[in-house]
């Protein structure tokens, strides 16, 4: 809620009545971007069940997904606009039906994150995208964004630590896949706005998310047939589902709070052990053949992972450090009624 | 799965080198599970008495070390364990883990600092994980020492492994960092001195160049490698000697002062210094290096 008078210049969206980890007064009413996303859908059916939230726009290229062609047309409008023009952006906030009660809440899920077909188009929808629905969101008032960013965006390497907090190095290598640059640049976008008084600003940097149809590194890697590895390694990783990340994502709208935060699952292990879980025998190369045998395998259409794109995934360990997330939201997730008093609490 | 049981013969061949009561020491050491079968810190219990295993017999029978001052090891808590280096592989961080273990009740972990090259190489890497040993980041101590561990430091850093035989015992000068982080959470520094890892092997030449171009610290020449192969690194047996000092307790001032935290460095080096000077005049009560 924008408060009323000069705002002070920080911080003022924690005081008072806004202590991160409180529950947001009022209903909402959610403007969400990406919605053909596995995730997104997860999460926009969790929305509809909330009575507390009002209306749902959401928002993506092509038709809306079947699973949502059901849902209350009270409640629930789906659009096709391109993100990267700004006057379709600015459309989407002007709409008739949510012109008088404007959206308290943007989830901004949209990015063109798949390595397969990425071009200059893809590079403009990403950054533009970002940067045009944070502008709008500012100038509609909107008391909270969040953005979906990756736990690519670390540096990886031996040096890593065994947790990485937020505030680890990020890969700001300048060979680094441009899709990750995109997903900094995005980031750098909100960062730079985030101390705005009046909309609390969240970057929320997920681990690999499991899930069926969910396209991330780590759930393509499983899907494999098989998945391949370099010989000699073997990460410590803790990735997260799309069900959890779903709900840590209800927490964010739900719960007063800003700032960068990561969400991982709750399990930690080695990546052998969870494909030893799941039943799932890997095939090992040596590490410079790795990327030649991922390349054939794309090739004859027996994976959709790319080992290029975050090519030192595979060899050292990335596990997500998320206690800020856990002490700020998932510690008042009982707050939330719709996630009902034991918090409705969901395993990795 | 074929693969599987190879390795885990290969494995379980070192189990007989462990006698049953040491065995059930290692599988009685408290892992924290965190959903796979590791700690957070990657430590498997398995491969934790696998080493252990490997450590105890060379400890035992191959390096058949002496040491003495165990009672300074605190029982619990967390502690930094700092000592000399060297001795071309660190089979000499390897006897010190493996005696800490050994004499300590309930058994405790040495848990080392370890340069961050060792993680870039296939199967290396993952096994001193396995084992419980991190890379030297300040976070990943942090959080061993939050949660009650032992941390093993060489402050000479891995350059000391590749000191040159006319330079045995000569302590390079010690790096800061554990100064500073043993204050900065308040617990002892435990120091030690280690005497025999320089005979092990006979270090002749280290060809840089070489080294940074497979981005190692050091490629050592020595009077046996590269002329026999990987074969030629193994350690020769001289006997250890390893002799724990007092803990020493660090000034918080050292996270102010620079100065006091060079004269705590120079404390802790002066203290090592001592204990190996201790180590060379047991070695000659012992008879020498055989």
New interface residues.
Partial sequence: MRRPGKPSPVGLAHDGGNEPGTLRSGKRRVFLTGARRRVAVHLIERLLADSDVEAILAVDRGACPPTLLGCDPERFVFASADLSRRRQVDNLFLLDRFRGKPFDTVLHLAFQGNPHGYNFKSHEYNVNAAQHLLEASLRHQVSKYIFLSSDAVYRLGPRNDYKVREDAELNLDPSAHPILRDTLDAEFICRAKMDDPGCEIMVIRPSGVFGGGVISGINLLFESNPPVLPVGFDPMVNPTTKERLSRDLMLAISLHGKGVFNVAGATIGPLSRFFEERGINPIRVPGPALRLANRLQRGLGMTRYHAGFHPKRLYFSLVLDDMKFERVFRAHARQVPSLGRGGDDTGS | ?PRLRSKRLALDMLRPLLPDSEWERVQAYPVQD?????D???TRRELLGYAYALGYWLHRYYFRVVSSGHEHIPSEGGGVVVGNHSGVLPFDGMMVGADVFRYTEPPRLVRYMVD???????????FF?GMGQ??G?R??FD?LVQEGHLVGIFPEGAEALAKKSEHAYELLPFSHGHVELAARHGVPVVPFGLVGAEEQQTMVADLRPLARALRLPYFPITTTFPWFGPLGLLPRPSRYFIHYGEPLRIDPGALSSIEIRRREVDRVQDVVAELVRQGQATRKQHGGAQ
């Fill in positions: 799965m965190v959903g796979l079968g590791t957070a810190f990657g961050y090259f060792v993680y870039q190489m296939p199967f290396v890497g993952g994980r991190m890379p980041t976070r990943n959080g």
